[in-house]
């Protein structure tokens, strides 16, 4: 039920303040994850899509806050890979919907070659979570929306959750802080509908991230291709000068994944490189630059929470795009919420 929304992708997404304070539940399972992962030898994670892209934020977050090795894999390339997890392994399986045939299978791989599986899952009553040893719960009830938007952020969550736990809380992620600031990212989004507005013939936009922000920039690449269709790529930036640049020019806009955190400056160096062949700059920051056309503005978070809130903004740029360009955000052409072919 969609209430006074026009759309559960709108919906779903304004939940988000909510729905972020509920990731992982109280039951102690982001506490077992966390025992499975300090006994195992080797920690894998995997996921499709948007999971995959919390699998990689995963790696950075647990290696960076709780010395934590996590090694991330594709679920869909996992039968064509040279795998074998090990006994004494784990492997971690993010799932919205606990349905993908891509991570059920990847699962079973792992399981067969050793491993305990430890699923991360939004429906608990999914074909994953019945095949898993640990199950830990998004909690952030059903998405509708075939794009994943408040699943995203609950998986982000659960992760910084397991990072505190085995990293004496050097994530440091305040909950109650990131709730307020994506309260306060939604109450007021004006200027992110006029610019969806000033978008609306844009038919190629890049998104560029460094360190952490570059998984970020991947989710949001396919937040605005699947929303909008336009072509959408996420580039790490430092990868600039090694190819994407020659597609820079005139009619382009480059998305800037750049919180003022260690990575702002070396983020800005790229933009503008893009802007000096022409090509427009969106900065998704807490710190304006000159090198930005548009600053979207990103309230102050600690510096290890960014990429809790860091989604939000582009998010919605990616729903009102998607209504300048008359396509229907909730049903995106050609893809099922829960992909469950093989
Ligand atoms: O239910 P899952 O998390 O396993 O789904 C994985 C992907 O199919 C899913 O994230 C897909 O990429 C989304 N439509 C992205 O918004």
């Avoid at 995959?52 to 991330?72: C, F, G, I």
């Avoid at 305990?116 to 899952?121: C, E, K, L, N, P």
Wanted: net charge negative; glycine share 10%; charged share 20%.
């Amino acid at each position: 039920y969609k209430g006074d929304y026009a759309h559960f992708t709108l919906k779903e997404i304004s939940e988000q303040p909510d729905t972020i304070l509920r990731c992982g539940g109280d039951g102690g399972a982001v506490e077992q994850m966390a025992g499975e992962i300090r006994r195992a030898g080797t920690a894998y994670i995997t996921g499709s899509g948007t999971s995959y892209n919390a699998a990689l934020v995963a790696r950075h977050v647990m290696s960076k806050y709780a010395d934590t090795r996590l090694e991330p894999i594709i679920a869909s390339e996992l039968p064509h890979s040279p795998f074998s997890a090990g006994e004494g392994s784990v492997f971690i399986a993010v799932s919205q919907s606990g349905e993908s045939a891509d991570v059920i299978d990847a699962a079973a791989i792992a399981r067969d070659s050793g491993a305990r599986i430890v699923s991360i899952v939004n429906m608990r009553t999914s074909s994953l979570a019945r095949e898993s040893d640990v199950v830990v719960g998004m909690n952030c009830g059903p998405e509708i929306g075939v794009a994943a938007t408040k699943s995203f952020t609950s998986q982000l969550g659960i992760i910084y959750k397991m990072a505190d736990i085995i990293g004496g809380g050097r994530a440091g992620a305040d909950f109650a802080a990131v709730s307020k600031a994506i309260s306060g990212i939604l109450s007021d989004h004006a200027g992110i509908k006029k610019l969806a507005g000033e978008l609306r013939d844009v038919t190629d936009m890049y998104v560029l991230g460094r360190g952490v922000h570059y998984p970020m920039a991947a989710e949001a690449a396919l937040k605005l291709k699947e929303l909008t269709y336009v072509h959408a790529e996420g580039i790490p930036g430092g990868e600039l000068k090694h190819g994407p640049l020659a597609l820079m020019g005139p009619g382009v806009y480059a998305v800037i994944m750049n919180p003022a955190d260690s990575t702002y400056e070396d983020t800005l160096t790229g933009a503008r490189e893009i802007r000096a062949r022409g090509a427009k700059i969106i900065g998704i920051s807490d710190k304006n630059s000159d090198v930005y056309d548009h600053w979207v503005e990103l309230p102050r978070v600690g510096e290890s929470s960014y990429p809790l809130v860091e989604m939000v903004p582009v998010q919605l740029l990616a729903y009102y795009l998607a209504l300048e360009k008359d396509t229907d955000p909730d049903h995106p052409r050609n893809l099922a919420k829960s992909v469950t072919v093989r």
